[in-house]
T-cell receptor
Framework: DGGITQSPKYLFRKEGQNVTLSCEQN?????MYWYRQDPGQGLRLIYY???????QKGDIAEGYSVSREKKESFPLTVTSAQKNPTAFYLC??????????????FGEGSRLTVL | AQKVTQAQTEISVVEKEDVTLDCVYE???????LFWYKQPPSGELVFLIR??????QNEISGRYSWNFQKSTSSFNFTITASQVVDSAVYFC??????????????FGKGTHLIIQP
């Protein structure tokens, strides 16, 4: 089945550690996105990539880094510079065409807790 | 700047009741898209509907209906004869008309809908 796979589903980290969240898609989508979800805050865009080897900062990129070496993969690293990393992280993908604008396909998310 | 307001943080109704989720948006663009997404307890958001600003016709899909009113900048979502499986967080979103993919997509903060049996 086509879809987006995020791992791990739950992750615990000590302060000062970097962690990397995995996101893989087999939908053949060009564009991929990382969102952060906090209670009562909705979804906020961290980074996005419209094509391999290219990515752009979203609204809250500070303390995060990404790479896009393959079309299928868009890992997110939460660095120790991120002040409040405890959150639910959602990866999504979409086509870049105008045929289905705004239609995102999401993974089931990764919940990161900093101890 | 774009903004989406979902004033209802949480709604709780008894099964089979009708329920309306409100969405009010702000944009300086004359053309744009509006969306609703559903986030069940499993976590992934699921696309429900897209409406472009040219088309103010209401839409019905089974028990779901959407009321788009440009004059009041609202795009409300009604579930008729609610069921327990409708329990989820629902997000309204707004996107600039230009650009493919999810460029310029702004989400509201979501409404947590609880359907009690």
């Amino acid at each position: 089945d086509g879809g987006i796979t995020q791992s791990p589903k739950y992750l615990f980290r000590k302060e000062g550690q970097n962690v990397t969240l995995s996101c893989e898609q087999n939908l053949n989508h060009d564009a991929m996105y990382w969102y952060r979800q906090d209670p009562g805050q909705g979804l906020r865009l961290i980074y996005y990539s419209q094509i391999v080897n290219d990515f752009q900062k979203g609204d809250i990129a500070e303390g995060y880094s990404v790479s896009r070496e393959k079309k299928e993969s868009f890992p997110l690293t939460v660095t120790s510079a991120q002040k409040n990393p405890t959150a639910f992280y959602l990866c999504a993908s979409s086509t870049r065409t105008r045929l289905a604008p705004g239609e995102l396909f999401f993974g089931e998310g990764s919940r990161l807790t900093v101890l | 700047a774009q903004k989406v307001t979902q004033a209802q943080t949480e709604i709780s109704v008894v099964e089979k009741e009708d329920v309306t989720l409100d969405c009010v948006y702000e944009t300086r663009d004359t053309t744009y898209y509006l969306f609703w997404y559903k986030q069940p307890p499993s976590g992934e958001l699921v696309f429900l509907i897209r409406r472009n600003s040219f088309d103010e016709q209401n839409e019905i899909s089974g028990r779901y209906s959407w009321n788009f009113q440009k004059s009041t900048s609202s795009f409300n979502f009604t579930i008729t004869a609610s069921q327990v499986v409708d329990s989820a967080v629902y997000f309204c979103a707004l996107k600039r008309y230009s650009g493919g993919g999810a460029d310029g997509l702004t989400f509201g903060k979501g409404t947590h809908l609880i359907i009690q049996p």
